[in-house]
């Protein structure tokens, strides 16, 4: 018995060794020399061109004359009658893919085995033909090819079918022309010849809609008997489904029954697509779910993992948009939280969370608490997220859930799974009132052992926000203060900020925070101890004159609504003068093109005579002007100023034998009233493929949105140019090219300016100037579409991610922010719902400095 043991433990020993260690292509080229003795080994022969395929495969390359060689070797061992080692040379012929001479070599070696009396040589000829050969060598075998589709030899027949799936890609219509056998072979008794039979048929007529449903009709009536094929079928119905629904305003469902039919198909592999196909349906109804989610269940109690886990991931997906639907199933998936596949595990875990009841919380969460421990952090991170869309679904249920969160906190954990559970515990503190005191108790105790210098910052920030706000701020000065005495430097800097926040905002702290501010000034980093000075002077703790409360507060907890690399920009343009630097200058955009752009369009701007003035809005997306592939292409550029408009056109000229020049366009402003032509700058020159610039700039009234349309024509003179010597004639004609017309609308005036917390953002700028009101945006598509539309149509910043819409859903709320002409800030809540006709509603809530503007912001969304 110990012999035994000591045997398997050699092999275990053994098992990484490869026999392909230490191989070179030198060594191995050498050894193809056997190819061409008179006497064939077979067995070595293999073993040469096994490694041979190896090299190929781990990316070494052969040399053209190494690749000829062994090319022209390995034809000779056609000889050998030896079925394994004929069935290698396919492979490397296949690998080494030959040139249009060598294959010539091969050729009448492969016809001659396409039509052998061996079964295995047919095939893999058929699939070596058709990978090397080029479509004038493939009209001469087509007739072979035809015939073995329909070959009773079911090897034979998928060998031709899926080499015509592959040469439809580069032969379609000699491919198409096979319609006739594959149809018979769709009919073939045996299962991969049906699937493969399938597959082709379906991709030679997919681009026609209407022969795709007469494929499916026919079909579904019960001649597939592969599962495979059958399976195949389910997703050509799902699609046809799908395409019919958008036409179809009846709202009755064809195929639904044979999709039902096949929920009681014997093969299980039918059965599970049958059922995911039914609830992936667009609108599915409930009545519609009940039988795929009955046999799902089923699936649950399967001692197949494979099932068990498709069920569950599925059961996952419908909970999302029906959790009624799936309540059914609980039971049995609770009986899955133990199971050994800690993926199936994870799933019933998250599918119950959705679709369990405030009553059976409490139960569910200690059967998570044994789990957890057992499972890696990507599994941890999506129960969480399950546990935070529970606890916003049952706000009641706080506690229990906010307890699990800070036990799961204090316990082992990499730094993606800790943030995951942290920032569940603030969205939970933000949206439900009542979580906050325990919720900022649990990131206190938190912080006190936190190893994440990111995390403990953040927490810090946000203690600092909402810290001031609670019954008794005095509770969490401790915890913050420890951070100062026992943390790294940025930690530090954060918890010197966040004492100042907690001092501006609840004056019976104040004389505390200065106690502690005091302190910090001895700091051995200096940007603690800078901090420190900064919040001493602005909160008067140095005995200075402070400024007004709605300063401090600003300064305290304003967002920077300067994009930090523009700043960083401006502040190395930057030359010392007598003038301190103003923040005021720095733009607030963020533009695409490099600082020299951005440099030598202000001089040109400039060279236009207009006065200088601040730009109060961003410059807009390049638009085109001319369709691709036309003679020149342009596009237009639109900055707006507070008194002017310019228009940066960039041309390009497409024609080799062309010189444009005097190169400008002539801008109507009939349809825009409001606006008169100031100046414009003409291009000298425009050669062949080099961009250039022409610009034109427009007077408007000061800080009025002014908008209109503008109809361009580009005017140059037309040099022809000697392609050999690439010198341009003297003489050139006028001449004349009609572009799109441009337009200026209201969301030109708008600046995109993000805001790191919109909460407090919006709750700065108070209820005064706010204005709200409802829209019908009609039928859409969907309901991102309705949100992207409204986006682009103010050209505001869409904050803290709201601009993605979650699939399925029925409602969604969207934050934006921005910066009206006249610097004037700009926030607008927006909330939508679609119904079952898809049609849209939306809620638009605006707030700003200035009334007018609010009102403004309504008439863009109005008109």
Known sequence: MAQFVKKDDDRDEEAEYSPFLGIEKGAVLQEARVFNDPQLDSRRCSQVITKLLYLLNQGETFTKVEATEVFFAVTKLFQSKDIGLRRMVYLMIKELSPSSDEVIIVTSSLMKDMNSKTDVYRANAIRVLCRITDGTLLTQIERYLKQA???????????????????????????????????????????LVQFHALALLHQIRQNDRLAVSKLVTSLTRGTVRSPLAQCLLIRYTSQVIRESSMNNQSGERPFYDFLEGCLRHKAEMVIFEAARAITELNGVTSRELTPAITVLQLFLSSSKPVLRFAAVRTLNKVAMTHPMAVTNCNIDMESLISDQNRSIATLAITTLLKTGNESGVDRLMKQITNFMSDIADEFKIVVVDAIRSLCLKFPLKYRTLMNFLSNILRE??????????????????????????????????????CEFTYLSTQILHFLGVEGPKTSDPSKYIRYIYNRVILENATVRASAVSTLAKFGAMVDSLKPRIFVLLRRCLYDNDDEVRDRATLYLNTLGGDGSVIETDKDVKEFLFGSLDIPLVNLETSLKNYEPT????????????????????????????????????????????????????????????????????????????????????????????????????????????????????????????????????????????????DPSTGEAEDDGVEDEYQLEDSEIVAADYMLKVRVSNFRNAWESLGPDFERVDEYGLGPRESLSEAVNAVINLLGMQPCEGTEVVAANSRSHACLLSGVYIGNVKVLVRLSFGVDSAKEVAMKLAVRSEDESVSDAIHEIVAN
Do not use: M
């Open 412 to 449: 082992e954990g990499g730094f993606e799974y800790k943030k995951a559970i942290v920032d569940s515990i603030v969205i939970l503190i933000r949206d439900i009132p009542d979580a906050k005191e325990s919720g900022l108790l649990h990131l206190c105790e938190f912080i006190e052992d």
């Open 578 to 721: 007598e003038e301190p630097f103003d923040i005021s200058s720095v733009p607030k955009e963020v533009k695409s093109q490099p600082l020299a752009e951005k440099k030598a369009a202000g001089k040109k701007s400039t060279a236009l005579g207009a006065p200088p003035a601040s730009l109060t809005s961003a410059s807009s997306a390049p638009v085109e002007l001319t369709e691709a592939e036309t003679e020149y292409a342009v596009n237009v550029v639109k900055h707006i100023f507070d008194r002017h408009v310019v228009f940066q056109y960039n041309c390009t000229n497409t024609i080799p034998e062309q010189l444009l020049e005097n190169v400008v366009v002539v801008v109507d402003a009939s349809e825009a009233e409001e606006f008169a032509e100031l100046a414009t700058k003409p291009l000298k020159a425009l050669p062949y493929d080099t961009p250039g610039q022409t610009f034109v700039a427009f007077e408007k009234p000061e800080g009025v949105p002014a908008v209109g349309r503008f109809s361009n024509v580009l005017k140059f003179i037309v040099k022809e140019v």
């Open 149 to 191: 589709i329909v070959d009773k030899n079911p090897v034979v027949a998928s060998a031709a079918l899926v080499s015509g799936i592959h040469l439809l890609q580069t032969n379609p219509e000699i491919v198409k022309r096979w319609s006739n056998e594959v149809q018979e072979a769709v009919q073939s008794r045996a299962a």
